[in-house]
């Protein structure tokens, strides 16, 4: 089974507070990954630094084979290099003015100079990583703690605008509807639709998202991350608030998620519905990743059962 994602020694700091202290894993191919812990363990966290919302402050998170995080290197030294460039760029031109024609070499060495510190600056600049979108372009897809749906707007026009992406239209197709923008629209709406009728909510595609119940606005989410299709889907805390049946349904739904090829890695609080779900679990604690494994073998492992101890899923793992 092929590695999907892996995350390699990733740190995460806010000021003071380590957030994650060098975690690692890797999620391969066709699994269902759980991802628990207490509040404020990091779990949110790490799903931002992979989706490239903040960059890590050491180590690198790898998709698909390629880099898409890494920590900014160096990057103390940039300023030197980049004002030592100006200094030599202002002096070019001064020396050039003044001596260039005549001495010959001084602006001419200055320039050279001011050449020399910038391919440096360039060389030592700081290595950004992938932009947030472009990572969803490769097919890297997540779900928001919070519902992040637009309440005014349609079932259906909520899923299109994550179909969007799929969409090779630029201003002026659709400024001036070319052929292009219309076919592009089409495949988009097809899609959206796809997805709407893959999460069950068929029949709802002109409500507006603000008047479904709590439970569908969850599943409307799932619907307008899978549109495009993505091959790794994060999800963070899609049972936050669900009852029992629908968290049992939602339980369904990403074992269909994951029967159609796409990988999930799932942040959760429910104990019942991680055991029953996933084929892997990360156990986060305070930043540090302090066990992964079968789910059943994590339940028993003491550090877990100690990092849950006092906290309300304690129930779920002790
Ligand atoms: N943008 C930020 N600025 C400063 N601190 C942050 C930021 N985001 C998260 N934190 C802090 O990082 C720590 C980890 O937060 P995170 O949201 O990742 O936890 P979590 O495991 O998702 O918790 P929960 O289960 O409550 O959602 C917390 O102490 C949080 O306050
Ligand atoms: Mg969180």
Same mark, same amino acid.
Not at 207 to 221: H, M, N, T, V
């Given at each position: 089974m092929a590695d999907l994602l892996t995350v390699e020694s990733l740190s995460k700091n806010f000021g003071g507070l380590a957030a994650l202290k060098e975690v690692s894993l890797a999620i391969g191919e066709g699994e269902i990954v759980g991802l628990i812990g207490p509040n404020g363990a990091g779990k949110t966290t790490l799903f931002n630094v992979i989706t490239g919302i903040y960059p890590? +402050?050491?180590?690198?998170?790898?998709?698909? *084979?390629?880099?898409?995080?890494?920590?900014?290197?160096?990057?103390?030294?940039?300023?030197?290099?980049?004002? *030592?460039?100006?200094? +030599?760029?202002?002096?070019?031109?001064? /020396?050039?003015?003044?001596?260039?024609?005549? /001495? *010959?070499?001084? &602006?001419?060495? +200055?320039?050279?100079?001011?050449?020399?510190?910038?391919? $440096? *600056?360039?060389?030592?600049?700081?290595?950004?990583? $992938?932009?947030?979108d472009q990572i969803a372009s490769s097919g890297l897809y997540r779900t928001f703690q919070s519902i992040n749906l637009f309440d005014d707007m349609t079932s259906l026009e909520n899923v299109e605008v994550g179909g969007h992406r799929m969409s090779h239209a630029g201003l002026a197709d659709t400024v001036f509807l070319t052929p292009r923008y219309r076919r592009d629209e089409g495949r988009v709406r097809e899609a959206a639709l796809e997805a709407i009728k893959f999460v069950a909510l068929e029949g709802k595609e002109?409500?507006?998202?603000?008047?479904?119940?709590?439970?569908?606005?969850?599943?409307?989410?799932?619907a307008?991350?899978? #549109?495009?299709?993505?091959?790794?889907?994060?999800?963070?805390?899609?049972?936050? &608030?669900?009852n029992p049946t629908e968290k049992n349904e939602l339980l369904e739904l990403i074992r269909q998620v994951r029967d159609a090829g796409i990988t999930v890695f799932l942040i959760e609080h429910d104990m019942k519905l991680v055991m029953n779900v996933c084929d892997r679990v990360v156990v986060l604690d305070h930043g540090e990743a302090i066990a992964a &494994?079968?789910?059943?073998?994590?339940?028993?492992?003491?550090? $877990? #059962?100690?990092?849950?101890? &006092?906290t309300k899923a304690s129930k779920g793992v002790a």
């Open positions: 890590p +402050s050491a180590g690198r998170v790898n998709y698909l *084979g390629k880099v898409v995080a890494r920590a900014k290197r160096r990057a103390r030294w940039l300023p030197f290099f980049s004002v *030592g460039a100006l200094a +030599s760029t202002i002096a070019a031109f001064v /020396l050039g003015e003044r001596y260039l024609f005549t /001495l *010959g070499g001084a &602006g001419a060495a +200055s320039l050279a100079v001011a050449l020399a510190f910038t391919v $440096v *600056g360039v060389v030592l600049a700081p290595k950004r990583g $992938v932009r947030s002109e409500w507006k998202a603000g008047a479904l119940p709590y439970g569908l606005q969850r599943r409307l989410e799932i307008r991350a899978l #549109v495009s299709k993505p091959k790794l889907l994060l999800l963070d805390e899609p049972a936050a &608030g669900l &494994g079968r789910p059943e073998e994590v339940q028993k492992n003491p550090r $877990v #059962v100690e990092a849950y101890l &006092g």
